[in-house]
């Protein structure tokens, strides 16, 4: 196997700008959130042109294919031509809803809310 048609998934994912720092990366291997066919994978992992991986980033599972290899990391305008995004809409939702239910979190120390507060958490949220 050539080195040039073979990466690791650590250097890949910090290589696409997935994530910020390589350790970080590898850091995210290691906590088992790089997924290939619902199995783990390890930094060391050599990948190739057409695998399919999923990263778990909570709440969102992203999903993508390797279009093609790198060795160094690219500006973000160039990233679509090394990544194709595959994540389902339903999971890009999940974000949508998360980030609408950021509000309903109470600053640490503001107190119980109030009658009025609990009316108005309970008008944004009709489950609870």
């Given at each position: 196997?050539?080195?040039?048609?073979?990466?690791?998934?650590?250097?890949?994912?910090?290589?696409?700008?997935?994530?910020?720092?390589?350790?970080?990366a590898?850091?995210?291997?290691k906590?088992?959130?790089?997924l290939?066919?619902s199995?783990p994978?390890?930094?060391?992992?050599?990948?190739?042109?057409?695998?399919?991986?999923?990263?778990?980033?909570?709440?969102?599972?992203?999903?993508?294919?390797?279009?093609?290899?790198?060795?160094n990391?690219?500006g973000?305008?160039?990233?679509?031509n090394?990544?194709?995004?595959?994540?389902?809409?339903?999971?890009l939702?999940?974000?949508?809803?998360?980030?609408?239910m950021?509000y309903?979190?109470?600053?640490?120390?503001?107190?119980?809310p109030?009658?009025?507060?609990?009316?108005?958490?309970?008008k944004?949220?009709?489950?609870?």
């Amino acid at each position: 196997m050539d080195k040039e048609d073979s990466v690791r998934i650590d250097k890949y994912l910090w290589s696409v700008r997935l994530f910020k720092t390589r350790s970080l990366a590898a850091e995210a291997c290691k906590k088992e959130r790089v997924l290939m066919n619902s199995y783990p994978l390890k930094s060391s992992r050599i990948i190739k042109v057409g695998d399919v991986f999923e990263v778990k980033i909570n709440p969102v599972i992203y999903k993508y294919r390797v279009k093609e290899l790198l060795h160094n990391r690219v500006g973000a305008k160039l990233v679509e031509n090394y990544l194709e995004d595959l994540t389902d809409k339903v999971e890009l939702e999940n974000i949508l809803l998360n980030s609408k239910m950021t509000y309903l979190k109470r600053d640490r120390g503001t107190g119980r809310p109030t009658k009025k507060d609990r009316r108005e958490i309970e008008k944004l949220n009709p489950e609870s």
